[in-house]
């Protein structure tokens, strides 16, 4: 019963058929593998349920753990968005990742 997490899936957008991935997990759920397994199930329901073709996420250059979830979730990078994120004075680059509903992992 306890929650270890979430992963979201927002700005879906039906033109394009894509959609917005955004996860965290509790401090006691990191590196046990429960994000990218939760990343990877809502990937599934979005393509298979949804209709969806393309799922984006994106992650702030230093955070190594993001990365490795979007990477074991099946998400490749796309490259870095230049200073897109502001807290405070200090500007952050992030790097974009995307997964399609016809990619190889969605077959393995």
């Not at 058929?17 to 759920?29: F, K, L, N, R």
């Not at 990191?30 to 349920?49: I, K, Q, S």
Request: net charge positive; hydrophobic share 40%; proline share 1%.
């Amino acid at each position: 019963g306890e929650a270890l997490g979430c992963v979201a899936l927002n700005v879906v957008n039906r033109t394009h058929d894509s959609g917005w991935v955004s996860y965290w997990t509790t401090a006691s759920a990191r590196g046990r593998g429960v994000a990218p397994a939760g990343v990877r199930a809502l990937a599934r329901w979005a393509f298979d349920e949804l209709g969806l073709y393309r799922l984006e996420l994106g992650h702030r250059t230093d955070n190594v753990a993001s990365c490795r979830v979007a990477t074991r979730s099946g998400f490749a990078s796309e490259g870095i968005e230049r200073a897109k994120l502001r807290y405070g004075k200090v500007r952050y680059d992030v790097e974009r990742h995307a997964r399609l509903a016809d990619d190889d992992v969605n077959f393995d």
